[in-house]
DNA sequence: TTGATATACAACCATTTGGTTTCATATTAG
DNA sequence: CTAATATGAAACCAAATGGTTGTATATCAA
C-alpha cells in the first residue's frame, strides 16, 4: 500500500462531501457521464464538474473517454485504502499495533 | 447508527489533516494534555488547540479537565463509524446493498 | 453542414481553513 | 502571595474550497 499523508489527506478530503460521496456511490455501481451526474444535483454543471476533479485526484473514480462523453466510475481500491487505514488505527487502540508504518510511507 | 450527511462530513474532514491523524493515533493508547500535544508538533500551541476543537467537533476525541489541564483521548467509537460508513460503500461495489440507508439518516 | 450536446477551462467571488499573535483567566507550585 | 503554567479566545491573514458565469472546443445527429 505505501501511503504518503498527501494522498490520505485527499482521500478523505474528498470524502466530506456528501455530493461526493453520492458521486461515488452512484458511480461503484454503474458508471455514468458527467452530465448524467450533473442533471442529479442542484448545482451546476461546473460545479459537478469540479466535484469530479476532486474525486480523480483522490484516486477514487477514474474517467475514460466514450465518444464525445467522460464516463466516470468508482474505484473500489482507493476505498480500501481508506479502509485499511481506519483498520490500522482500530488495531492501535486495541493495543495490537502502536505504529502505522504498515500502512503509511516515510515521506 | 443513524448519521447525517453534516457528522460524516466532520469526520472525514477531520481525518483529511496529518497533524489531526496523528494527535488521534497518539491519544488512542495514551491521553495526553494539550501542552503535551503541542509540544510534538512545529506549530504554536493555537494551532494545535484549533486541530483539538475540530477532532471534538467531530466526536474523534474527547475533552476532559484534570486539574489546570485538559486531558485529550482518542474516542474508537466515531472511527468506527467511518468504518462502518466505508465498509457500507464496500458492500453497494460489490452490489449486496444498493443503498446507504443503514447507515445514514434522512436529515 | 449545421445545430445541439458534452466537456474543458478561466475568471471571479464569498466563505472556510489553518495558521499566526496577543490578551485574559484559571490553577498549581514555592 | 506570587510566579509560572495551561488553557481559552479574539483579531487578523493568506490560501484553499465550493460555488457561479462565460467562453471555447469537440463530437454527434439530422
Known amino acids: 500500500m505505501d501511503l504518503s499523508n498527501d494522498e490520505v489527506d485527499r482521500i478523505f478530503r474528498a470524502l466530506a ?3 461526493r460521496r453520492d458521486i461515488v456511490r452512484r458511480t ?3 458508471e455514468a457521464s458527467i452530465s448524467d451526474l450533473a442533471h442529479r444535483y442542484d448545482m451546476s454543471f ?3 464538474q469540479k466535484h469530479i476533479t476532486v474525486l ?3 484516486g477514487l473514480v477514474t474517467k475514460h473517454r466514450k465518444g464525445r462523453e ?3 466510475r468508482g474505484n473500489p481500491e482507493a476505498l480500501r485504502t481508506a479502509q485499511t ?3 490500522a488505527y482500530e ?3 486495541q493495543g495490537r499495533i502502536d505504529r502505522l508504518d504498515a ?3 516515510d515521506n
Do not use: C, H, Q
Request: glycine share 4%; hydrophobic share 60%.
Open 85 to 87: 487505514l481506519l483498520n
Open 56 to 58: 480523480e485526484g483522490a
Open 91 to 93: 488495531r492501535i487502540w
Open 17 to 19: 462531501d456528501a455530493t
Open 46 to 48: 461546473a460545479a459537478v
Open 28 to 30: 461503484l455501481t454503474e
Open 103 to 105: 500502512v503509511l510511507a
Open 70 to 72: 467522460r464516463r466516470i
